[in-house]
């Protein structure tokens, strides 16, 4: 999938570096004006380098980030897949995932 890309301002690099969970609007170029809540982007440097993959939350003014730096790659099945197994083998050690009772099974900054 081809993703929409948005630049970073140079603060927001800096911040990126240190692979936080979510990047503010604000180290956006523009600051994210006119996102859709939602949106895939690829959060890029001034070269057009991919420093990390997301999604806009305009109504929180932050972007919630998914995957950073080198590991970088395209968001299919097998990403969330990715993404998801080792959500639900969480759940299931805890005792969670007993195909009776409701859970989150993927909870952004906690997984």
Do not use: C
Request: charge should be negative; hydrophobic fraction near 40%; avoid cysteine.
């Amino acid at each position: 999938m081809s993703l929409f890309g948005i630049t970073t301002t140079p603060a927001g690099g800096q911040r990126l570096a240190a692979r936080p969970p979510q990047l503010l609007l604000t180290d956006l170029e523009g600051g994210g004006a006119g996102l859709e809540p939602g949106r895939p982007l690829r959060i890029i440097d001034a070269r057009g380098q991919t420093l990390a993959v997301g999604a806009a939350d305009p109504e929180n003014d932050v972007l919630r980030l998914w995957n950073h730096g080198e590991g970088v790659r395209a968001l299919d099945a097998a990403f969330f897949r990715g993404k998801l197994a080792p959500a639900l083998e969480q759940r299931r050690t805890l005792g969670l995932a007993d195909g009776e009772s409701a859970y989150r099974l993927f909870n952004g900054e906690g997984d």
